[in-house]
């Protein structure tokens, strides 16, 4: 990998790198009072849209085009909404930016509420973040007192107020629409789409949610240009007509069992190998990776044979995985037990399932429960096939919920069964020897253990 300089991280080393005189001190706000005074809504939308900028919170869509899906005759009010929820276990990108440098998230936030005439913003904050929710409070009084924001900035005629608004800690916020629902303040269960919340969002009007990475990487294509933001990552797949191309540098969590565990800036691509080694410097004590989780436990796992996978938008998938997702690695040694793993994750999808759907309310119930009678050493080598079954058949993708919280609970459960049966089924027949053949339906746990 050649040489790269961060952006997004630049100054988050700095002393008092949250406020405004030190950000003021490197250009911050130059670009937005440019825009302002240059550029119409259309035109910046235009610019971002020709970068190639895909959102960083998961899904990867176009940015750009997502701002294009408004109504551009709607009379108004049009809301933006920063997800800053970042509840993806192994996810810790967006509390970095928005602790160490909030007024660079503030600045992508402002430019792109004027790109689609949203006048009022919220950003939806994680509640076990009260380090952000102070310097992100901060960073907003301190833009109303400089002019930057409120009513006619800087004599453009463009109004824009931000507020700050607390979750309750919960991992469906992360999806739009629950997102949506919750700051409403109703129960957070997502919407069933369409209309899109581009149609039809907070408070019934029109609504963008995009995620805090992608408004620094909005401000980073103001002040550089699409040349230089296209001049990073991966260019598309011509063999793949749906990929959209990985442009622009990447916040990459690495974390488990590496030497140097923290959040790097690199462009989108590198590979698994290149992150651990060049920037967490190998794995642990000297021990080899077993398996890897490239981007949150939703993506599914990296086999210790495909660390040659490169973390760019298309690169997981075809190793079997669903996607970049937060690109948060979580890298597993030889030691670690693939059967704990998949019950850590199966209990936590389970508890964070918002129970509308019932596949999702249900199977990811099931799951745990399967996954806690294996793990007690009563499990079956029938059960990796119902738990398989399980997985292949909640999720949006076999088109049975409303959100992706079923397609990420469902990935673990494929990945880990499907590319380390052997670790399972040795699991298994080692500790139930007289039970690991029955077929026969069996009580679960809490009813066994009753009796």
């Known amino acids: 990998m050649t040489e790269f300089n961060p952006v997004l991280l630049a100054h988050v080393e ?42 960083r919170g998961g899904a990867g869509f176009p940015t750009g085009l997502k701002w294009t899906f408004l109504p551009q005759d709607h009379p108004g009010p049009i809301y933006f ?58 960073a907003i009084d301190e833009c109303y007192a400089a002019g930057l924001l409120g009513t006619n900035i800087q004599d453009s005629g463009f109004t824009l107020d931000v507020y700050l608004h ?29 209309p899109f919340p581009a149609v039809e969002g907070v408070f019934g009007k029109p609504t963008v949610v995009n995620n805090v990475e992608t408004a620094a990487c909005v401000k980073q294509i103001a002040d550089r240009g699409v040349e230089w933001f296209q001049s990073i990552g991966a260019a598309p797949d011509p063999d793949n007509p749906r990929d959209a191309g990985s442009y622009g540098p990447k916040l990459y969590c690495l974390s488990g069992h590496v030497e140097r565990p923290g959040c790097y800036e690199a462009p989108l691509g590198i590979t698994v190998n290149e992150l651990i080694e060049q920037y967490g410097g190998g794995v642990w004590k000297g021990r080899r990776a077993k398996a890897v989780i490239p981007g949150g436990i939703s993506m599914g796992l990296l086999s210790s044979e495909e660390l040659d996978c ?42 964070e399932s918002c129970g509308q759907c019932t596949p999702c309310r249900e199977g990811t119930s ?30 949006i993708m076999p088109g049975t919920t409303i959100c992706g919280l079923a397609d990420g609970a469902a990935w673990p459960i494929k990945n880990a069964i499907r590319k380390f049966r052997d670790e399972f089924e040795d699991h298994i027949k080692r500790t139930n020897p007289e039970g690991f053949q029955e077929t026969d339906p069996v009580f679960s746990l809490e009813v066994l253990e009753s009796h």
Request: charged share 25%; net charge negative.
């Open 366 to 395: 099931w799951a745990f429960k399967m996954l806690e009678r294996i793990r007690r050493g009563r499990g079956r080598l029938h059960d990796l096939d119902l738990l398989l079954e399980i997985g292949d058949n909640i999720g």
């Open 14 to 55: 700095e002393p008092e790198s949250h406020t405004l005189k030190v950000y003021q001190s490197h250009g911050g706000y130059a670009s937005w009072q440019r825009v302002l005074r240059d550029e119409t809504p259309g035109g910046f939308t235009e610019i971002v849209k020709q970068s190639g900028l895909r959102g």
């Open 166 to 194: 607390r979750g309750a800690a919960a991992y469906i916020c992360g999806e739009e629409t629950g997102l949506i629902e919750s700051l409403e303040g109703k129960r957070a269960w997502p919407r069933i789409k369409p």
């Open 81 to 138: 909404c920063l997800n800053a929820d970042e509840s993806e276990p192994g996810t810790f990108n967006n509390r970095i930016l928005m602790e160490q440098d909030p007024h660079q998230v503030l600045e992508g936030l402002m430019l792109s509420c004027y790109a689609t005439r949203a006048s009022t913003a919220y950003i939806y904050l994680r509640y076990e973040y009260p380090g952000c929710w102070d310097h992100l409070q901060l």
């Open 310 to 351: 490169p973390l760019d938008f298309s690169g997981p998938g075809k190793f079997g995985c669903l996607g970049l997702g937060t690109a948060a690695v979580v890298v597993m040694d030889e030691t670690v037990s693939i059967v704990d793993f998949l019950h850590n994750s199966c209990q936590f999808f389970a508890h």
